[in-house]
Antibody, heavy 118, light 107 residues
Framework: QVQLQQSGAELVRPGTSVKISCKAS????????LGWVKQRPGHGLEWIGD????????NYNEKFKGKATLTADTSSSTAYMQLSSLTSEDSAVYFC???????????WGQGTTLTVSS | DILLTQSPAILSVSPGERVSFSCRAS??????IHWYQQRTNGSPRLLIK???ESISGIPSRFSGSGSGTDFTLSINSVESEDIADYYC?????????FGAGTKLELK
């Protein structure tokens, strides 16, 4: 069965960077786009961008350009999202999700809680 | 960006009732709308794709309709396990956007 296993919660200092992982299993990792979504209370769900591990192609929401960097390691079927220059506005739950037909998200990770605090 | 407006923000229902959630797009998007359920502390779960297409494993009491700018998700007979937040999402144009959600609660 398809599973997306994300890395654990992070507590980091403002101004630093963090890298969140999403390990895929149960399907061919290189055949599907994988997206990242941010969720903050009162701000709903925001699409950050997506990556196609089969070719390394990426696509970003303009709002997150310069903030998020998406990569993938096909040898371990793991996708990564690095967030830089962190502020309190980056405190949120981040989900990875498989993108079917590059339109909707049919499988989701369990979410990674990021807290940015000094 | 395409704005998706969901209404109402909160819906209160009794078990067994029929309930409908509304999602309105800021411009016509055909049927490129998808619906998700998110229970407390959970991940979103895909319920309906392309406005009305069913998803394997999702109970038949969930259905979707609409095209253009107005879309509806319906639950035929609400069960206690349906208490959650419901979101619509569009894939007509980049960036992908989500509605702010409707919270379903029990009366």
């Amino acid at each position: 069965q398809v599973q997306l296993q994300q890395s654990g919660a992070e507590l980091v200092r403002p101004g630093t960077s963090v890298k969140i992982s999403c390990k895929a299993s149960g399907y061919t990792f290189t055949n599907y786009w994988l997206g990242w979504v941010k969720q903050r209370p009162g701000h709903g769900l925001e699409w950050i961008g997506d990556i196609y591990p089969g070719g390394g192609y990426t696509n970003y929401n303009e709002k997150f350009k310069g903030k998020a960097t998406l990569t993938a390691d096909t040898s371990s079927s793991t996708a990564y999202m690095q967030l830089s220059s962190l502020t309190s506005e980056d405190s949120a739950v981040y989900f990875c999700a498989r993108s079917a037909a590059r339109a909707y998200f049919d499988y989701w990770g369990q979410g990674t809680t990021l807290t940015v605090s000094s | 960006d395409i704005l998706l407006t969901q209404s109402p923000a909160i819906l209160s229902v009794s078990p067994g009732e029929r309930v409908s959630f509304s999602c309105r797009a800021s411009q016509s998007i055909g049927t490129s709308i998808h619906w998700y359920q998110q229970r407390t502390n959970g991940s979103p779960r895909l319920l309906i794709k392309y406005a009305s297409e069913s998803i394997s494993g999702i109970p038949s009491r969930f259905s979707g309709s609409g095209s253009g700018t107005d879309f509806t998700l319906s639950i035929n007979s609400v069960e206690s396990e349906d208490i959650a937040d419901y979101y619509c999402q569009q894939s007509n144009s980049w960036p992908i956007t989500f509605g702010a959600g409707t919270k379903l609660e029990l009366k």
